[in-house]
């Protein structure tokens, strides 16, 4: 059974840092490119970044440059965001994604708020 399971997400203060966490299970993970999304209340989900399988490519969106880092642990089955100088806007639900050509995985979603 396919699991992503991300966790981490909490309220936070704006200029704080969360690092978030997505454990995956029941496929090859080291295979997969890792992304995260995520989705704020009325809008679109959109692409974070990106990490390739092996962890050499990495990919942001404009938005997060400079402020969220994507890392990956092949052998814990886990990828990492890490968000530093979070703003207001950067609040959201946060997503796991996993694909591998038409493979493609989702996790439950973990919310994160930035607020004073």
């Known amino acids: 059974q396919v699991q992503l399971v991300e966790s981490g997400g909490g309220l936070v203060q704006p200029g704080g840092s969360l690092r978030l966490s997505c454990s995956a299970s029941?496929?090859?993970?080291?295979?997969?490119?890792m992304s995260w999304y995520r989705q704020a209340p009325g809008k679109e989900r959109e692409l974070v970044a990106t990490?390739?399988?092996?962890?050499?490519?990495?990919n942001y969106a404009d938005s997060v440059k400079g402020r969220f880092t994507i890392s990956r642990d092949n052998a814990k089955n886990t990828v990492y965001l890490q968000m530093n100088s979070l703003k207001p806007e950067d609040t959201a639900v946060y997503y796991c994604?996993?694909?591998?050509?038409?493979?493609?995985?989702w996790g439950q979603g973990t919310q994160v708020t930035v607020s004073s």
């Open positions: 994604h996993a694909q591998r050509i038409s493979q493609v995985y």
């Open positions: 990490i390739s399988n092996l962890g050499l490519t990495k």
């Open positions: 029941g496929f090859s993970f080291s295979v997969f490119g």
